[in-house]
Structures are given as C-alpha cells and as structure tokens.
T-cell receptor, first 114, second 112 residues
Framework: DSGVTQTPKHLITATGQRVTLRCSPR?????VYWYQQSLDQGLQFLIH???????AKGNILERFSAQQFPDLHSELNLSSLELGDSALYFC?????????????FGQGTRLTVV | QQPVQSPQAVILREGEDAVINCSSSKALYSVHWYRQKHGEAPVFLMI?????EQKGHEKISASFNEKKQQSSLYLTASQLSYSGTYFC?????????????FGKGTKLTVNP
C-alpha cells in the first residue's frame, strides 16, 4: 500500500458526460501528479500540483481540469467525455515539488466511456 | 520530451540477465525507474540524480550517464517476480518545468 488513495476505482459513464476523479496524497506529501495510461501509450503526464499551486502541465486536454485543495487532496475533472478518454488514470504524490523526489502511485481509477 | 526506452519487450528464462535502456534528447536532472505489474500501480524502484552515480537494490541496479542523457537498468539473475513493465521517468534540470515524464515502457517476461 503506497498510502495514496484514489476514488473511485472504477467508473463507467456515457459520452458527453462529466466525471471527477479524486486523489488523496500520502501524509506529508505536498505534490500531486496526474497521469493517463492508455493501452500502448505508457504513462502520459497530465498535470502537477504542489501545495495548491499548478507547477507543470503536460498534454492535458482543454476538456480536462484539475485542482489541489487546501487539505492537499486533488481532483481531476474530465468533461464532454469521448470514447478515447477511456483509460486508467493514476495520481502520484511526493514530498517535494521535484525534481529528484520519488513519487508514490495510487491504485488508479479505471474510466470506461461508453 | 518523452524518454525513449529500449527494447520494447524482453523474454527471459529465470536466472538470465537483462538490460533496459532509457534515453532522452534533453538534459536530465534525474531518472526514475518504476515497475508495473498487470492491473497494478507502478512501484518505485530507484532514482538516479545527475553525477553518474550507480545505484543498486539487491539484483537490480542502474546507471545514469548525464553527458549522454542515458540511463540503464540492469536485472541480474532474473526471478519470476521481476516480470512486469518497466518505466523510466525523467526530469529536466532544475529551472525547467517540473514534470516527471515517463517512457512507453519495456515489458519484461521471465519464464521458468
């Protein structure tokens, strides 16, 4: 158990809908990273927050947004969902803003868009 | 900016050795190695910071050549439990954006 909690574990929703994925980092970690993992695509970096502030953005679609709250949990909002958004979404947390600090991954949320 | 891993897949017999490579076109500050088993979250193996250091963890070790922007993961006398997909993650030098970007992974299968 990495200490990073993601909810829900599974989500099935229809195209066009909006969903929210939640991540609670390990106790003491201030950084949260979000990744999308599709078949054959590895781990695609989406966004990084540190202590409530956005620090870096990857290939995150405009339909996606995220935030980190004062209690350090983070939410990833996915809207106007398309079939291609079906993937495993991971969050990871680390102590520092990077670089050079190890990241611990949650178990992921498997999103299926039908 | 995504690091390139090679090979894409490796099949070994128990007890054999393997090397997985990770290279980047950008200057790197650190390289992270993770292993992911099917249906599970990636698990941290080790970090290498620039300086050419080599780290080891039992029979798994890695090196980082900052001049070549390359890292290699060495798996010695492989065990069945080593099976999984190995990802390298890279960070650029401090002052660059704070992204931990992963390669597409190397699938390692260890057979009895």
């Amino acid at each position: 158990d990495s200490g990073v909690t993601q909810t829900p574990k599974h989500l099935i929703t229809a195209t066009g809908q909006r969903v929210t994925l939640r991540c609670s980092p390990r106790s003491g970690d201030l950084s949260v990273y979000w990744y999308q993992q599709s078949l054959d695509q590895g781990l695609q970096f989406l966004i990084h927050y540190y202590n409530g502030e956005e620090r870096a953005k990857g290939n995150i679609l405009e339909r996606f947004s995220a935030q980190q709250f004062p209690d350090l949990h983070s939410e990833l909002n996915l809207s106007s969902l398309e079939l291609g958004d079906s993937a495993l979404y991971f969050c990871a947390s680390s102590v520092g803003p990077g670089p050079g600090t190890e990241a611990f991954f949650g178990q992921g949320t498997r999103l299926t868009v039908v | 900016q995504q690091p390139v891993q090679s090979p894409q897949a490796v099949i070994l017999r128990e007890g054999e050795d393997a090397v997985i490579n990770c290279s980047s076109s950008k200057a790197l500050y650190s390289v992270h190695w993770y292993r992911q088993k099917h249906g599970e979250a990636p698990v941290f193996l080790m970090i290498l910071l620039k300086g050419g250091e080599q780290k080891g963890h039992e029979k798994i070790s890695a090196s980082f050549n900052e001049k070549k922007q390359q890292s290699s993961l060495y798996l010695t006398a492989s065990q069945l439990s080593y099976s999984g997909t190995y990802f390298c993650g890279t960070e650029k030098s401090p002052g660059g954006s704070e992204k931990l970007v992963f390669g597409k992974g190397t699938k390692l299968t260890v057979n009895p």
